[in-house]
Nanobody, 124 residues
Framework: QVQLVESGGGLVQPGESLRLSCVAS????????MGWYRQYPGKQRELVAS????????YYADSVKGRFTISRDNAKNTVYLQMNSLKPEDTAVYYC?????????????????WGQGIQVTVSS
């Protein structure tokens, strides 16, 4: 079993910063891509940023380019999202996602895992 736990959300004013963290734990063999999604009320989840296992290729949604930075620490099975110059339109629930190969008894099973979500609110 693999769990993803997010932290670092909260309420900030426009222009301020937040750093989200997501730690993967459990019977992990390896983790491929990791990413952050966000979801507005009544809308589908959208990809905000993603990072490959080697950290050499990142993706950012146009709406966050130049403001958000994704990074990861493979030794800690952790992915981060540094969010600067936050705007009210960044207000959403943010979800961590990881493409994980887990150890299941003698097998290795690849599966997409999600965190429980964390609220980010940008408001004056």
């Amino acid at each position: 079993q693999v769990q993803l736990v997010e932290s670092g959300g909260g309420l900030v004013q426009p222009g301020e910063s937040l750093r989200l963290s997501c730690v993967a734990s459990g019977s992990i063999f390896t983790i491929y891509d990791m990413g952050w999604y966000r979801q507005y009320p009544g809308k589908q989840r959208e990809l905000v940023a993603s990072i490959t296992s080697g950290g050499d290729s990142n993706y950012y949604a146009d709406s966050v380019k130049g403001r958000f930075t994704i990074s990861r620490d493979n030794a800690k099975n952790t992915v981060y999202l540094q969010m600067n110059s936050l705007k009210p339109e960044d207000t959403a629930v943010y979800y961590c996602n990881a493409d994980v190969v887990a150890r299941v008894i003698l097998a290795r099973i690849r599966h997409d895992y999600w965190g429980q979500g964390i609220q980010v609110t940008v408001s004056s």
